[in-house]
């Protein structure tokens, strides 16, 4: 399997989350499941880092180095799961502090 700009989907999560795990920084988009630009930069530094050729694509033997394995990939990520619930946990905060107010202002 080989992931390039224009892809989508799962594998690319995959991709996205062993760039990020790896310690690539994808800063704007993160973990969108969007082979982009963003995510072409990070290829090539994880690239570098392993001493590929740093085309951009991501191949076979760099979704090796990075651990994943194109064959298991059948559903989303795990960060996936971790980013909704940072979200719940945020709006939930966010619906707290308003209610915080709300009680303040009426003392």
Same mark, same amino acid.
Request: hydrophobic share 40%; proline share 7%; no cysteine.
């Given at each position: 399997? +080989? *992931?390039?700009? =224009?892809?989508?989907?799962?594998? &690319?999560?995959? *991709?996205?989350?062993? /760039?990020?795990?790896? #310690?690539?920084? /994808?800063?704007?988009? #993160? &973990?969108? =499941? @969007?082979?982009?630009?963003?995510?072409?930069?990070? &290829?090539? $530094?994880? $690239?570098?880092?392993?001493? /590929?050729?740093?085309? =951009?694509?991501? #191949?076979?033997? /760099?979704?090796?180095?990075? !651990?994943?394995?194109?064959?298991?990939? +059948?559903?989303?990520?795990?960060?996936?799961?971790?980013?909704?619930? &940072?979200?719940?946990? !945020?709006?939930? +905060?966010?619906?707290?502090? =308003?209610?915080? @107010?709300?009680?303040?202002?009426?003392?």
């Amino acid at each position: 399997m +080989t *992931l390039k700009i =224009g892809d989508k989907g799962p594998q &690319v999560m995959h *991709l996205q989350s062993a /760039l990020k795990a790896a #310690g690539m920084d /994808l800063p704007k988009y #993160g &973990v969108d =499941g @969007i082979f982009g630009p963003e995510t072409q930069q990070a &290829v090539r $530094q994880a $690239q570098q880092q392993f001493g /590929l050729p740093t085309s =951009g694509i991501a #191949g076979q033997e /760099l979704l090796q180095k990075l !651990g994943i394995n194109p064959n298991a990939i +059948t559903q989303r990520p795990p960060q996936a799961s971790v980013n909704r619930k &940072v979200l719940l946990f !945020g709006s939930l +905060t966010i619906i707290a502090i =308003g209610i915080a @107010i709300k009680t303040i202002r009426r003392q």
